[in-house]
């Protein structure tokens, strides 16, 4: 059973930092692009920051400059550095992954969702 599960979210002041984590676990054959989406209330979820296997980053336009998406493939983690946060940053962050798992008669590959962990930006 493949999971992911987020952590790192918080209450932070406006221009303050978080860290969010994602890790992956289970029985995974590979894991392709992964990222990180949000969620304000109200409001539709919205890609912030993607990563490819091989490093490639894509960032949404409201937060190019000041947040960071990053991986570790040895250990099956996205991690998204959050910096000069503003109150729109406010929102559920969820990780997300294309992921190969390991399976007894399928290899294909499938998209994953984290739990969400909130964030709140105070102004």
């Known amino acids: 059973q493949v999971q992911l599960v987020e952590s790192g979210g918080g209450l932070v002041q406006a221009g303050g930092s978080l860290r969010l984590s994602c890790a992956a676990s289970?029985?995974?054959?590979?894991?392709?692009?992964m990222g990180w989406y949000r969620q304000a209330p109200g409001e539709q979820r919205e890609l912030v920051a993607t990563?490819?296997?091989?490093?490639?980053?894509m960032y949404a336009d409201s937060v190019k400059g000041r947040f960071t998406i990053s991986r570790d493939n040895a250990k099956k983690m996205v991690y998204l550095q959050m910096n000069s946060l503003k109150p729109e940053d406010t929102a559920v962050y969820y990780c997300?992954?294309?992921?190969?798992?390991?399976?007894?008669?399928?290899?294909?590959?499938?998209?994953?969702w984290g739990q969400g962990t909130p964030v709140t930006v105070s102004s």
């Open positions: 997300n992954a294309n992921i190969v798992p390991m399976t007894r008669f399928t290899v294909k590959e499938y998209e994953y």
């Open positions: 289970g029985s995974i054959i590979r894991i392709n692009d």
């Open positions: 990563i490819t296997s091989s490093g490639s980053t």
